[in-house]
């Protein structure tokens, strides 16, 4: 038989002993409708690596189901495969929406995630035909393709992240590592470096089985040594600056959509649970996100009883509250001294979050889910101030509830001064679901990765102390009432995180995506020339 009809009948199971320029080689590896099955159990081993389950190195497994269902794909096969894996994915792990607002809110932010995330699947599967036919040779398989296919990756969970409005960078895949000792990674690369590499030595492995070579010890040294990397490198050393003894207040108070409360009632719980701990010294006492139900800047009352209480506990308070400023409303963390002209410094949250602080184009989603729309009664305004304060000297950065997913926050406060952070948080609308612990693990991801300790402060729970490696210092438990007096370690400098975190997202992301359009350029020309050639 020729060797050409022998090459054009290898089965995909034996692809290891087919030549890398082959076109077997870009064949599918796995049938369609297996795919879509490791799709849905991918979807779920992913979710896993997350809060609760937490096991950080299924995250490795999740990504794998997804690439090896996509190698060899059209890109109607690939949209199938992703929507499936992006579905098992998102409906599971942000299930916490239905706990008060019911299926209608998690159907549209699952369904919109799984779109994106199947569409982001695409570039994937073209990167899996086009980088063979064009880099035939072993090094490229090993190398190249899995730096593009890390890079789309890293790429699409960008994009999620910062559209549509401002997007929703929940559930990536550096972030899983909050609680594994490739955390520290994130302090020189930041979170989408972290992302890039996992996916990097996934699809590196995933090629090195391919190839069949396993005797050949140097096609392994690719994913080897980026794993090495990933397990030895320690977190980038931050400057000790001394510490600094914060108070913090977890009031428990009725602070969700559907609590039944009388005015007043969230600021007498978070005053009472500040009661074991007024006579103790400390330099700043931080309340969470809606700790006060009432705009002290426009009530005289909340705001003496705000004066009494610094006086009392002799520091300022960091504490936050709906302000009204003109015709405009803000999610607003403010410093408070007694005897100063009040509030010493404010900011106001960056990002408010669609359908649950702001409603856009709210006239068409009334037209859908007018009831559910009906409950969002404020229009949050984005702030525009540093999320960056200057406590007696000390530089304090901010973050307010979802504003730590927002890279660009994080790393503004560490490069405005912050030797620590607080992060002010309700999650009354998620009380006993995985969603305060998926944020914790954020909160846990940002101290890492910016070098620097984090006092994380929610209305309900989970509220903990965070070192700057990432362990945990000081905590309360949740659903309880309770405050905490720390000693919080402060730090100067910055990780390279901080410094060039922006470029590499840039570079990740734009220029794997430039990357996969000169490809798909060179195997068009490519592909004429040969047509040119055969028409001669």
Known sequence: MPSGAASSHTPASRLEHVPDSSPAAVRPLIPLWLALVGAVVGGAVLDAAFPDIGWWPLAFAGVAFALVGLIGRSAWGALAVGAVFGASFYFIHISWITRYLGPIPWFGLAGIETLFFAVGSIPIALAYRWVPRLLPGQGARLIALPALVAGLWTARELFMGSWPYTGFPWGRVGMSQSESPL????????????????????????????????????????????????????????????????????GDGPTGYFDSREPYDVLRSQLAATQPIIDEPMDLLVWPEGGIDADPLSNASVADTLDRLSER??????????????????????????????????????????????????????????????????????????PFMDVSG???????????????????????????????????????????????????????????????????????????????????PAAEAGAMITEVPLR???????????????????????????????????????RSTSAT
């Open 313 to 386: 506990i002799d520091a300022p308070l960091l504490v936050n509250a709906a302000t009204q400023r003109g015709d405009d409303i803000y999610n607003t963390s403010m410093l408070w001294r007694a005897g100063a002209d009040n509030p010493v410094a404010i900011h106001d949250k960056s990002r408010p979050v669609p359908m649950g602080e702001y409603v856009p184009d709210r006239w068409f989603f009334e037209l859908i889910v007018p009831d559910l729309i009906g409950l969002i009664q404020r229009e949050y305004t984005p702030g525009t101030n540093p």
């Open 394 to 476: 000390i530089g304090v950065g901010l973050a307010i509830c979802f504003d730590v997913l927002y890279d660009d926050v994080i790393w503004t406060g560490a490069r405005d001064g912050a030797q620590l952070y607080v992060f002010q948080t309700n999650n009354a609308d998620f009380r006993d679901t995985d969603e305060n612990l998926q944020q914790l693990a954020f909160a846990r991801m940002r101290a890492i990765e910016t070098g620097r300790a984090v006092v994380n402060i929610s209305t309900v729970g989970t509220s903990q102390v965070i070192a700057p490696d990432g362990t945990e210092i000081d905590g309360l």
């Open 492 to 530: 100067t400098g910055l990780t390279p995180a901080v410094i060039v975190g922006g470029a590499v997202q840039v570079i990740l992301g734009w220029g794997s995506l430039l990357a996969l359009l000169a490809c798909g350029v060179s195997v068009a020309v490519a592909r004429r020339r040969s």
């Open 183 to 250: 955390a520290h990674v994130a302090s020189w690369t930041g979170v989408a470096g972290l992302t890039f590499l996992m996916v990097f030595v996934t699809a590196a492995v995933i090629e090195w089985l391919r190839l069949g070579r396993l005797r050949d010890l140097r096609t392994a040294l690719p994913a080897a040594v980026v794993a090495v990397a990933l397990v030895a490198l320690p977190a980038f050393p931050t400057t000790d600056a001394g510490t600094y003894r914060v108070g913090s207040v977890q």
